[in-house]
């Protein structure tokens, strides 16, 4: 299934900025691996964009912003993949922001 995010806030700078339109792709569960860019439905910040720093053998993840003033990755915890909504497949950049690799 296909989704598109707009991005708010800035803590996946620099391959994310603000205002940014994102499409991404649900894909089974085990399929999303570590560098991964995906949509999660958080169970404390609701909808966030982040980048999947550990994925163990279980059914959980770990996730971190590209930006250092992000949530750290201990601060938003383990989740289940269960709570993936999609991985980051194109990204169409604000109007008058550089593109950027994802």
């Not at 707009?6 to 999303?32: H, N």
């Not at 980048?51 to 383990?78: E, F, Q």
């Amino acid at each position: 299934m296909i989704h598109v995010h707009r991005i708010q806030g800035d803590s996946m700078l620099p391959a994310l900025a603000e205002g940014d339109f994102v499409i991404t792709w649900k894909l089974a569960p085990k399929r999303y691996k570590k560098g991964d860019v995906v949509v999660v439905e958080h169970p404390l910040y609701g909808r966030v964009i982040k980048r999947i720093h550990v994925a163990n053998a279980d059914d959980y993840i770990k996730l971190t912003g590209d930006n250092p003033n992000s949530l750290s990755d201990h601060a938003l915890g383990w989740v289940s993949r269960q709570s993936i909504l999609g991985k980051v497949c194109l990204r169409f950049a604000a109007p008058g922001m550089k593109k950027a690799r994802v």
